[in-house]
């Protein structure tokens, strides 16, 4: 700390470089041998002087070294920088430490050490711009003569007997790798890699080998490139997609300039929220990164992963959330980039996970402590969420997948196949469910809060095991048909709004999420994928009220939760919004389903509702010094503002209203599969 003061007199100087550690305070003595010098230390001081003199040594003769060879290695192409920048650091560094040993000034020593430091960060940004200059240079030469190198060298394939680059080797002449772009991988590159190695292969599944029916979704080697380039499938391509990566940059800003490393931003008052301490907001914004083509902020994520990420904090965490936003995010991020780092967190926090799964009952507890590895009960009450344990499959049969542990998927199975046993009501379930006894509990049925995934996820495991275990699609159809015949309602009204009433103790309630909006987008993905199509008009009528939900407050945003008038007498509305339920979180349903179902039917009035959606979270959300704002109350204009910018406006609003106006090639429906935080998982064929 800036108060400590190492205590050195002349005759200690020569340990000078001991000073730094706040556990070392050497005692004047007179002079002796070095030999009896190092027999006299404790083993922590020997481990010290170990650890130093390799550090001093390798420094030596890394700032020493001549430039490395710059022709390219056998069967790659790889840039080098063209000198050695650092002449001059072993120099500074020699004549700091003889004049506090010259002068004993001990007390000088930390701002002799500040000098290094700033001096060491000097080098390394040269070092850096060097990189930079050469690799352009070298992609210059490769674009001139595309007959000699082909078309893309960062995405070209190993030869017969040869390995890929591991695309986070560290490069031979990167030090501090803070701002430094490896040289083998290039941002915007859609792919997969090789579980084992983290290498690309052709025509390689995930965690199978195959032929080319089998090959991993996203590889278009028509497409690759970086960034906002034209070859890339990434990036904005059009003015409206462009403003939405605006925002995505500015809520980035207010994130990174006031929460970096932390869970969420609290963006009025430049604070930070920790929930996890896993630092949501940066995992879970990692896959919209890189479908919009931002690589500066891309990398920055990329580092802190690599270097800061910690997978193990000493507090519970909840394992439905940790999944979607962590896991999930980790892995999509993996398989859009290939880069290895991603699964290598992906598999150590999912081990992790793992714990809360529950071998008596088969219904996993809700908490885990991700460094004691100790499962648990909710604070809250002796139940879990029946949402919550049914929509953590998507992520851990993946990870199955990319690890080839199939401990992961036959879990999932056993949970769902006990799912499938519990008594049910037409296919609907009550929201809770004990890990104890393992039966549901209460009577209460809704499709919002902690009912709606549970329904979504029977739909999308159908889909990404490439509709082939029907029990999935047994049960959604089932439950598809207890909806409509037992939730599906609509208002008496001119405007005979449809919406999905609620079950409370098998008493009707004319009361609506926010978050039921997800399932217009569902019934469409299924119709897509090959049921029943005349559902798609529940689907669209479902996304008009959910349209209503915004068109009809005073600010243009939906409130967490509507309440309808199934027979408006005289001045009532049909929807109308109680003061308690008045906030806007940011949520991202309606535009997850106006994004599925302009995919499907083409109609560009989804696209006109999204962008009214987006001028509004944008007129009425932005904060002036960075960030975005969830609001309190949707009711009045100006809105007061919650001071909370939740990880999943990042994940899920931008990302849904960004692919709202982008081509189908971008994440296609038919080899993608969007988990419930959407993060886009492959759709596999067996």
Known sequence: PPSFQPRLTKESAGRVWMSSLPYYTPTPRKPRSLWRTIRTMSPLQKASALIFTTVLVGAFLFFTSSAADEAPRTGHHVWEPDQNPSAGLSTIARETLESAIKHGKGHDIQKELDVLRNENQRLKALLAARHRAAKQAHDEKLRQAPEEHGNNPAHERAEPGHHAPDDHAQHPQEIGQQGFQQPDSQFGQPGIADPQGGQEQVNQDPAHAGGADNAPPGRDDSHVGGGNSDKSVYGAKNAKQQAIVKTMQWAWKGYKESAWGHDELLPVTKQHSEWFHLGLTIVDALDTLYIMGLEEEFNDARQWVTHDMRVDPDVPVNLFETTIRVLGGLLSTYHLSGEKIFLDRALDI????????????HVPFSDVNLHTLHASKPQWGPDSTTS?????????????????KAKYADEMARIMDHLNGLPKSDGLVPIFINADTGHFSGATITLGARGDSYYEYLLKQWIQTGKKEDLYKRMYVESLGGIKSRLVTHTNGPQHLTYIQELINGQPSPKMDHLVCFLPGAIALGIMNGLDASDMQLAKDLLHTCHEMYVQTAV???????????????????LYIKPADAHNLLRPETAESLFILYRITKDTKYQDWGWAMYEAFEKHCRVESGGYSSLSSVLSDPPP???????????????????????DNVIPLDKWVFNTEAHPLPIYNN
């Open 350 to 361: 999912g081990d992790r996970l793992s714990h809360a799964f529950n071998p008596n009952s």
């Open 388 to 404: 919550e344990v049914s929509t953590i499959q998507l992520e851990f049969k993946d990870l199955a997948r990319v690890s080839g």
């Open 556 to 574: 243009g945003l939906a409130p967490e939760i509507v309440h309808f008038h199934q027979n408006p007498n005289g001045g009532e509305t049909e």
């Open 641 to 663: 503002m919650r001071n909370k910018m939740e990880s999943f406006f990042l994940a899920e609003t931008l990302k849904y209203l960004f692919l709202l106006f982008a081509d």
